[in-house]
């Protein structure tokens, strides 16, 4: 079993690292990755219990700082030069806590831009979950992966380890400090994190961009692939720099 386990896929000159979320795994992205295979170079890592990934010991290395350590390793052994950092659902919590510790330690590479799908920066508003018991948690982790038709899925305890430690999570006063350019893409009709928490997202990171798919729920890189790819071409028509 390998502490991390990373595809890279495509080969072109635009590197991006893109982070799944609490029940994904990096199979959500790989449609993605495949569309833009020409234009980017897609790093995708699954974070730990998902995968090959090592399985985590406990609640305690399911936080969302445990999770960006993981983006960490993934960066220092996969990227060189400028980088997009992109998150889908919890992906979005990682990026922005890898960005916290970042603006703590100038040493860790920052990203060129960050890139935030069918995130909030408020997981204690949102209502992935809503047991009352451990066993009705694991019910209710196995309902939405099937709801959400994921591709691959999490295992469930670490699914249910990751939401005890984040889910009274508020990253609102952290979106100020970002400073590199983002961009949002959030369906209309996203249950999970409602649009709202897509433009508290834009609202809150000076000079975001906020783009809406209409109709879209929150599995927006499978429902909504090339509406993506699209704005995503557009956007990175040049190379970064």
């Not at 219990?49 to 399911?62: E, F, L, S, T």
Request: proline share 7%.
């Amino acid at each position: 079993m390998a502490d991390d386990d990373v595809l890279v896929v495509g080969q072109g000159p635009v590197t991006v690292v893109a982070v799944h979320g609490i029940q994904g795994t990096r199979g959500a992205w790989i449609p993605l990755a495949g569309q833009l295979a020409d234009r980017c170079t897609f790093v995708l890592p699954n974070l730990p219990g998902r995968g090959k990934a090592r399985p985590p010991a406990g609640a305690q290395a399911c936080s969302l700082d445990a999770y960006a350590q993981a983006l960490r390793r993934t960066l220092d052994a996969h990227v060189r030069g400028p980088f997009v950092l992109a998150g889908w659902s919890m992906g979005v919590s990682v990026a922005l806590a890898y960005l916290a510790a970042a603006s703590k330690m100038p040493r860790l590479p920052l990203p060129a831009e960050l890139l935030l799908v069918s995130g909030t920066p408020q997981l204690k508003a949102v209502q992935w979950f809503q047991p009352s018991t451990p066993k009705a948690l694991l019910e209710a982790i196995a309902m939405r992966e099937r709801r959400l038709g994921l591709p691959e899925a999490a295992d469930h305890r670490t699914v249910a380890w990751t939401w005890e430690s984040i889910r009274h999570t508020d990253q609102r006063a952290e979106l100020g400090q970002v400073r590199c350019r983002t961009l949002v893409i959030h369906g209309s009709d996203d249950d999970d994190c409602p649009l709202a928490h897509g433009a508290m997202l834009a609202d809150g990171i000076a000079d975001a961009e906020l783009i809406v798919l209409q109709g879209a729920g929150h599995s927006v890189l499978t429902q909504r692939t090339p509406d993506i790819a699209r704005h995503l071409r557009e956007r990175w028509h040049a190379q970064l720099a």
